[in-house]
């Protein structure tokens, strides 16, 4: 079954400072792969998505990500973090059947002036 | 319009109560979801629905009643909950093609926290 693992529970970075949020993935097939991103209280807003093609993704406010299918990895990355990105941090697996997601448990970013 | 719209914001609810969530969209998306999410944890799958037909029942016990009128309209009923099913609700809404599933974004609305009391 599809699952996906976030190892970080919560990140401290200070404004300004570069980012990296790790994602792995456990998938059989070519896994389509999301990252999304929520504030408090909030429904979720998409970042950036692969699902074939060139290994670097980029996506909204600056954020990228890199698929490495030899670690089954999915990180996101950005070079200088804000105060706005203070968030909690959702990577996600599509299922081919039913459109399904899958969550990883999320990480919780805070910035630090 | 690319927004998802979910009515109410906040909802209390007693466990005799009877009441309903209701999920809107306007991008011509043909599957719809819902998701729910326990404080501190990942939104988890509920339902999914396929051109108004329900696909997908991931278990949900039956005091949650899906319904979809229309392809625009996703309304969850609610009764006899318990104060455990408090959580932020989440409906979500993507496109289908030709019958098959696509790896589709899902567009999510703000949510629908309810309070079990």
């Known amino acids: 079954a599809q699952s996906v693992t976030q190892p970080d529970i919560h990140i401290t970075v200070s404004e300004g400072a570069s980012l990296e949020l790790r994602c792995n993935y456990s998938y059989g097939a070519t896994p389509y792969l999301f990252w999304y991103v929520q504030s408090p209280g909030q429904g979720l807003q998409l970042l950036l998505k692969?699902?074939?093609?060139?290994?670097l993704v980029q996506g909204i406010k600056g954020f990228e990500a890199e698929f490495k299918r030899s670690q089954s990895s999915f990180n996101l990355r950005k070079p200088s973090v804000h105060w706005s990105d203070a968030a909690e941090y959702f990577c996600a697996v599509m299922m081919e059947y039913g459109n399904k997601l899958v969550f990883g448990a999320g990480t919780i970013l805070r910035v630090k002036s | 319009d690319t927004e998802v719209t979910q009515t109410p914001k906040h909802l209390v609810m007693g466990m005799t109560n009877k009441k309903s969530l209701k999920c809107e969209q306007h991008m011509g998306h043909r599957a719809m979801y819902w998701y729910k999410q326990k404080a501190k944890k990942p939104p988890e799958l509920m339902f999914v629905y396929s051109y108004e037909k329900l696909s997908i029942n991931e278990s949900v016990p039956s005091r949650f009643s899906p319904e979809c009128p229309n392809s625009s309209l996703l309304n969850l009923h609610l009764h006899a909950l318990q104060p455990e099913d408090s959580a932020l609700y989440l409906c979500?809404?993507?496109?289908?093609?030709?019958?098959?599933?696509?790896?589709?974004?899902?567009?999510f609305g703000p949510g629908t926290r309810l309070t079990v009391l």
């Open positions: 692969y699902f074939s093609g060139d290994t």
């Open positions: 979500a809404s993507s496109p289908l093609w030709s019958g098959e599933t696509f790896p589709n974004e899902q567009f």
